[in-house]
């Protein structure tokens, strides 16, 4: 499988502030490994475009290209890495959400769509 690239897939850049976001989590060097892959969406129904570029894993979404999510990793000497900080997009209008969501979208996005594990999808409120 090609690895996702900035150019893979159209981008919008983010006019917004990031704000920081509690997410911590590590990650196998295979899990590593995946997640370099990323995801360029089939289709524009297939909702994010996700690339890593070293240290940086950006989260766009498919329709509109807009930059939603940054995490930076802090990848080991054995290969596997941890989270070193995340951050979401303050502009409500861009991706709106209720307070708290985004702590809990994170994860599942890297677990479920990345790493195509069985995790729980965060319900709305």
Request: include cysteine; proline fraction near 9%; hydrophobic fraction near 35%.
């Amino acid at each position: 499988m090609k690895a996702a690239t900035r150019d893979s897939w159209k981008t919008s850049p983010s006019k917004g502030e990031f704000v920081p976001i509690t997410y911590e989590d590590e990650f196998t060097p295979a899990e590593v490994n995946r997640i370099r892959l990323g995801l360029i969406p089939r289709e524009m129904e297939d909702k994010w475009f996700i690339y890593f570029d070293e240290p940086t894993l950006f989260f766009h979404r498919s329709w509109t290209g807009y930059l939603i999510y940054k995490v930076e990793l802090r990848v080991g000497t054995t290969g596997g890495a941890t989270v070193a900080s995340a951050h979401v997009v303050q502009e409500s209008e861009k991706y709106p959400r209720e307070p708290g969501e985004a702590e809990k979208m994170l994860p599942c996005l890297i677990r479920c769509i990345l790493l195509e594990q069985n995790y729980p999808f965060p319900p709305r409120s």
